[in-house]
């Protein structure tokens, strides 16, 4: 059997479904995480190693355990609004223990690395669809942490020869086809879980923050992409990876952007179930369009999104949402 994949925030939503796709492709994969916001749950069969990126004693351990051909890291803390209110926290996690991993990663000779990044790294952007020469400008210190560990990555492959794939995500979106794994996260923050809840009657109404933007309807428009669809994206790179190929930075979208009104008009058709509105006050830091340009990754991976339409990723999400209401 080759060397297992090291999957760092394995338990968590994108880490899991890029699990099971592991396993599926005839990986062995083995995930460390802290369980902060992972589940054990998510992981039937698969290793996990409970700990800290962040304590280099723990990474030494698992690596020196594992001798992983390469790591996949999904540990990263996402939402905008805590890091602005906490950011040391923000940059302990996602930077600090990032540099934490790699440089074990140096101690024990391995040299693959792939990193979930975020359309947060370009800030406001300029233009769209937005594809990967669009300058960096995050506004957040989220989207900063983002980009700080992708400028570590070039100054590490330049210096240490660690090479490393960067897969920007725009929404993730959707859960496994099969009804397996899905979004858990305390609290949700996410668009289409949080009107779900409401289908499922376990939130009353949505709160669409702003109608007054530059769009067409007046809501924000964003690229969804189904969580499967990264899934096969980073299996890709790492495949790249393996077979000997160079860093590399992709953005992943679908390229269709799709505004709240419309994503909220989706759950209804798709669910029969009446989506009670609150307008609420716009959120700072909300452009008013972020759409991917996601030629490069398509021409450069052969990567193809199994599940582009809106009406999909809902429904998986939908079918997801019905096991959680019910206790399953």
Not at 92 to 101: F, G, K
Not at 199 to 217: F, L, M
Request: glycine share 10%; with cysteine; hydrophobic share 40%.
């Amino acid at each position: 059997m080759s060397a297992p994949i090291l999957v760092v925030g394995g338990a968590g939503y994108i880490g899991s479904h890029m699990v099971k796709r592991l396993r599926r492709a005839g990986f062995h994969a083995v995930v460390a995480d802290d369980l902060s916001s992972g589940h054990r749950e998510a992981l039937p069969g698969a290793p996990l190693h409970v700990g800290d990126i962040g304590d280099g004693a723990f990474v030494d351990a698992v690596l020196g355990e594992v001798r992983p051909a390469a790591v996949m890291h999904f540990a990263s803390f996402i939402q905008v609004g805590e890091s602005v209110a906490d950011p040391a926290r923000y940059y302990r996690n996602n930077v600090t223990a990032t540099q934490m991993l790699l440089d074990g990663m140096r101690a024990h000779g391995i040299d693959k690395f792939i990193f979930s990044s975020t359309a947060a790294i370009f800030g406001d952007p300029q233009y769209v669809p937005i594809d990967e020469a669009h300058p960096k400008a995050p506004i957040n210190p989220y989207g900063r942490s983002k980009w700080f560990v992708e400028q570590m990555l070039a100054d590490y492959d330049r210096a240490y020869g660690l090479k490393s794939v960067c897969l920007r995500y725009f929404n993730a979106a959707g859960a496994d086809a099969e009804g397996e794994l899905g979004e858990c996260h305390e609290p949700e923050t996410h668009l289409i879980p949080l009107i779900l809840q409401v289908a499922s009657g376990r939130r009353p109404h949505i709160t669409v923050h702003g109608e007054d933007y530059a769009t067409a309807d007046g809501t924000c428009i964003r690229d969804y992409i189904h969580v499967e669809d990264l899934a096969d994206a980073h299996l890709l790179a790492l495949r790249q990876l393996l077979a000997g190929g160079d860093s590399a930075r992709y953005n992943l979208g679908n390229g269709n952007g799709y505004s709240v009104r419309e994503v909220i008009e989706a759950v209804r058709r798709v669910t029969g179930h009446p989506i009670p509105v609150v307008m609420g006050m716009r959120r700072e830091g909300d452009p008013p369009s972020l759409v991917a340009n996601a030629r490069a990754a398509r021409a450069a991976l052969g990567w193809q999104p199994r599940y582009p339409a809106l009406d999909a990723i809902v429904a998986h999400a939908w079918a997801w949402e019905q096991r959680r209401a019910r206790g399953l």
